[in-house]
């Protein structure tokens, strides 16, 4: 089938080619006007004429008029200006830009609607003013209602008397600022695109412009604006003109067809044989229609990559014939990634949101930094920003290989900021990041190191067969001969890194030319939030060869264009037709009282698109996200329900409809873990056999068996497995913060600065009181920081969480001093001692090594006797099973190795059955201290001692046989590594992913 643009060349005439040069054809995009190009040199390829005048309507504006659309950015600086000029300074809401910034945006629509709409602005918002209206109509019309509570959500009124006050007041002068805004821009010969289409109207009357002498063939163009309306009425009674139109029966002859709403009425209006119409029934001719539903935005993108591979396999079309239209834009970039090996190349035109690229990630981060930086002898950043920009993949494309290692570096360093001499030190090799590493005074310097940033950054893509491009050939494209970011020709083309660089350093520019005068009273701060809000409203345009490869599009760019076999993402409500947004302060009853466009005009005109594109196409695939709100929001498009009718109501045979769903939604019923089983090979036992010898022969370099090794294997033969013997690592603490972990460690290495001087004296309570020294403690703990890179100097360094943490340490520790003060005749003899170690025979030939650090051993001394206490600090609650007094000696043992709730009673016995091997006469007993009852002072294990029906030296010896058993069931070819049954253990696993275990 014929597409609409191989219609209009057929209306060429072979023999008159000579008068293409009096022509000139406008279409509603560049790709159109591309296309025209093409297929019009492929019409006539042995003729030489002179070509038409081919042009998007973006070019016809500005040549009509001589003049370029300025860039959204500088007409808000402009308008602000102008706005500041007519309103009283002590009485503005507005008094800041980025509080102005919103009502802006909005007015600036407004102004560019009531031109293109020839509305009388003066009339307009002098009813938009009257406060009786607005009394009246605020009640019963809600776009009113909502026009003024968008106001109160931009100017942060509270009271409804105040925010009608502001409202009308602003309103008040809305009207002088349109005309002073429109008269400034003049001046300054800057324009915005409905400024521009009234004066183009003029020269049209006027008879006086560019094109007086040519014929103009508007071409597929739908919902005109009032000025153009009035333009295509002069043109064609004056016979200047054509106008070419694309339609269809099933929606231009149907009036309840919303698709119809204006071609309709452009049928009825102009009957002149100058308005051509190309009309099709699309319901008559053969298709393949797919409707897939898929669950969530991605999924629909690895769908549409497999259908497209297999469309692209089973047909024989041109695959320039093929395009992907998204309708969500936030899906080109996972589209791209995610194409089929049997795409060769892709065409891409399309805005992308540069708020969603890594480049916007990166420059927020770069913005970070620099507020963030401080010292003046010693600069330093924030970790966490230094860490974000390291971690962008933009950087990390720079450092490569050593982005592993740098990382690994980062992830080590866990104090809250990194001295530049240190980042320095690891960026030798790249110059492009180490300029970065600076402290400015100034806004302004900031800026420039930005700028100069992203034109290092954009060099550093360049393709690498043009690689022979030397930098300095590289800044001739970026910038003018001062310095300034240029506007590139529209064949220049990048990679997709350098399109987002260029258009950062382009809108960079334009912002910086607008502020540089307010340099002196703007922060970085607020120049970052100031760049970072204008972000949303920037697209990155990409381009490419319209001729070649699979076509990839945005939904409006598909305007004029045919396509054998499409592919529609997104086909949901919100998306198709796009969500019904105010987005205005014109309310509903205004904008039809001034014949405006309200959203029924913007539902036709993706009804008209949409209907459009699918009236040549042959195999269509329709895609949808099957996910909706609570209120239903983000169903599918009305559109699929009302072609599924068309094509019943036509009984087409020729029509084939398919719908599936893709649901890859988890099972609502818990699924039963299958358990898993490592057996020990002769792999596993090879990496069990490097830890045991013969007695005295135990290797220099052996790697002892700790308490925390057996209690995880105690807890979950599975978990030890992957720790001890596969050697899965866990991934490195990156955080800042102060962990359980650090808590510990810093109350242990505190305690025992404090306590060393004191060791083998039976202590007083003065003795202790004396070390509850508030410069002492914290001049220790200080010292345990650093240990952990948490801090630097001092405390001083830690921020928000950490400082709180570290005042909840200290008064941990003047607690334990207090009730130790209180403990009579005290004596230390060990703090934090590694020297325990002990060659276990486990079955009268091999040994394993045993070995702990004692937090603390201590004695004292009652009326019962003397006592040497094995102490082990625990930052948790100490429950009362680990404390009770067994009545049976062999069963407890059994819950001390076979319950996890035992866990603090076997690594008490364990530091006290390593001393008692060193020292086999002395009066032991295994005690805990628990950090959050400092209260209790040292729980004894068991309770009531003097109770026993067994010595301590029985009970040890009970626990030296199970520690036997507990190794020969290791070593046991019989006895696989099995996960455990209580989940309970599972919490804080590392590991518990890979069992499937999720809390």
């Known amino acids: 089938m014929k597409s609409f643009i191989q219609k209009i060349i057929e209306e060429i005439p072979a023999d008159n080619l000579e008068s293409l040069r009096q022509c000139c054809y406008v279409f509603p995009t560049r790709r159109g006007a591309l296309m025209f190009d093409k297929l019009l040199a492929k019409r006539f390829p042995d003729e030489t004429f002179w070509a038409p005048s081919i042009m998007s309507i973006e070019n016809f504006v500005e040549f009509m008029t001589r003049r370029k659309v300025t860039d959204n950015l500088t007409l808000l600086f402009e308008l602000y200006d102008v706005y500041l000029q007519l309103e009283d300074v002590e009485q503005n809401p507005f008094d800041t830009f980025d509080k102005f910034m919103p009502w802006g945006e909005i007015l600036l629509k407004d102004f560019d ?58 309103w008040e002068i809305v009207g002088d600022v349109y005309t002073a805004f429109k008269q400034q821009l003049k001046e300054k010969k800057l324009a915005y695109e409905g400024m521009l289409y009234r004066e183009i109207l003029e020269k049209i009357k006027s008879g006086k412009h560019p094109l007086s002498k040519t014929q103009i063939y508007f071409c597929g163009f739908n919902a005109l604006s009032n000025a153009e309306e009035v333009i295509y009425d002069h043109l064609l009674k004056k016979e200047m003109a054509w106008v070419y139109w694309d339609a269809d029966v099933l929606y231009l002859n149907n009036k309840w067809f919303e698709a119809g709403m204006f071609v309709r009425y452009y049928k009825e209006k102009w009957t002149t044989e100058r308005s051509k119409w190309f009309i099709g029934n699309m319901m008559q001719t053969p298709k393949n229609i797919n409707i897939v539903g898929t669950v969530q935005q991605m999924a629909q993108v690895k769908v549409a990559s497999g259908l497209l591979k297999k469309t692209l396999d089973e047909t024989e079309s041109d695959i320039a014939q093929t395009a992907v239209v998204l309708a969500d834009e936030n899906l080109l970039l996972p589209m791209l990634y995610a194409l089929p090996n049997n795409v060769p190349e892709a065409n891409v035109t399309m805005g992308y949101p540069l708020k969603n690229t890594p480049l916007a990630t990166l420059v927020n981060s770069l913005f970070d930094l620099h507020i963030n930086v401080s010292g003046k002898n010693k600069i330093y950043f924030k970790t966490a920003d230094v860490t974000a920009f390291f971690n962008n993949s933009y950087v990390q494309s720079i450092l490569k290989e050593k982005g592993v290692v740098f990382s690994k570096w980062m992830l080590q360093h866990r104090r809250n900021y990194v001295f530049i001499e240190d980042i320095l030190e690891r960026l030798e090799d790249f110059p492009i990041l180490k300029k970065v590493f600076v402290k400015n005074e100034k806004p302004s310097e900031f800026l420039t190191l930005l700028r100069n940033f992203l034109k290092d950054l954009f060099i550093f893509f360049v393709p690498t067969e043009e690689e022979s491009l030397i930098p300095l050939q590289m800044q001739s494209i970026l910038t003018d001969e001062f310095g300034n970011i240029i506007e590139m020709e529209n064949d220049m083309t990048f990679t997709i890194e350098q399109d987002f660089i260029y258009q950062f350093l382009f809108h960079l520019r334009v912002f910086v030319e607008n502020i540089k005068s307010n340099f002196g009273r703007l922060s970085l701060t607020l120049i970052k939030k100031m760049f970072i809000s204008i972000l949303p409203n920037i697209s990155a345009s990409f381009s490419g060869k319209t001729n070649k490869g699979l076509q990839m599009m ?91 009718n068309s094509v019943k109501y036509t009984r087409n045979p020729n029509i084939t409809i398919k719908e599936k769903t893709y649901s890859t939604l988890p099972p609502q019923s818990k ?45 979950c033969p599975l978990e030890f497995y992957f720790k001890y013997v596969a050697s899965l690592k866990e991934t490195v603490d990156e955080s800042t913060t102060i962990e359980a972990t650090d808590l510990g460690n810093i109350v242990h290495q505190t305690l025992e600065s404090l306590y060393k001087p004191l060791k083998n004296k039976v202590l007083q309570k003065e003795d202790i009181t004396q070390l509850n020294d508030d410069t002492k403690i914290v001049g220790f703990m200080n010292d345990a920081l650093k240990q952990a890179h948490l801090i630097h100097e001092d405390h001083n360094e830690l921020e928000g969480k950490n400082v709180l943490t570290f005042q909840t340490i200290r008064q941990l520790i003047e607690d334990v001093l207090i009730t130790d003060s209180k403990t009579k005749r005290l004596k230390l003899h060990e703090l934090e001692t590694t020297s ?107 309770g009531d001692a003097e109770k026993m029906t067994f010595s301590i030296g029985q009970l040890l010896t009970a626990f030296e046989e199970k520690l036997k058993g507990l190794f020969q069931e290791l070593l046991d070819t019989n006895m696989d590594f099995q996960q455990t049954e209580n989940e309970d253990n599972c919490k804080y696993c590392v590991y518990r992913e890979i069992c499937g275990v999720d809390f």
């Open 671 to 715: 699924q039963v873990r299958e358990p898993i089983n490592v057996s020990k090979t002769d792999t596993v036992l090879e990496r069990l056999q490097e830890r045991i010898y013969t007695k005295g022969n135990r290797p220099q370099t052996y790697k002892y068996f700790s308490p925390t090794a057996l209690s995880t294997y105690i807890n």
């Open 836 to 942: 325990q170690v002990f060659d276990l025979n486990f079955d009268g030939e091999n040994c394993v090594g045993l070995s702990g650090t004692i937090d603390r051993v201590d004695e004292v001394e009652n009326l019962e006797g003397r006592t040497i206490r094995i102490v082990d600090y625990k930052t948790g609650n100490v429950k009362d099973k680990n404390l009770k007094l067994p009545k049976n000696l062999e069963e407890y043992m059994d819950q001390v190795f076979g319950e996890s709730e035992y866990r603090y009673t076997f690594q008490a016995f364990y530091y006290t059955f390593l001393y008692w091997k060193a020292h086999p006469n002395l009066p032991l007993q295994a005690g805990i201290y628990s950090l959050k009852e400092t209260y209790k002072g040292v729980q004894l294990i068991p």
């Open 554 to 644: 945005g939904f409006l760019e598909t305007r004029t264009l045919d396509f054998e076999n499409l592919f529609i993402l997104s086909v949901n409500e919100g998306k198709l037709p796009t969500k019904r947004k105010l987005n205005s302060y014109i309310p509903y009853s205004l904008r039809k009282a001034f014949k405006m466009p309200t959203f029924e005009e913007q539902d036709a005109i993706y009804a008209y698109h949409f209907y459009r594109l699918l009236q040549t196409a042959k195999n269509v695939t329709l895609i949808y996200d099957l996910e909706t709100d609570t209120k239903g929001a983000g169903e599918r498009s009305r559109f699929i329900p009302q072609l599924l």
């Open 113 to 170: 609607e009531i031109d293109k709409y020839l509305v009388d602005a003066k009339d307009l918002y002098e009813n938009i003013y009257d406060i009786r209206e607005v009394e009246a109509v605020i009640g019963v019309d809600e776009e009113v209602g909502k026009a003024v509570e968008q106001f109160r959500s931009v100017v942060s009124v509270e009271e409804k008397t105040d925010l009608l006050k502001n409202f009308l007041r602003i």
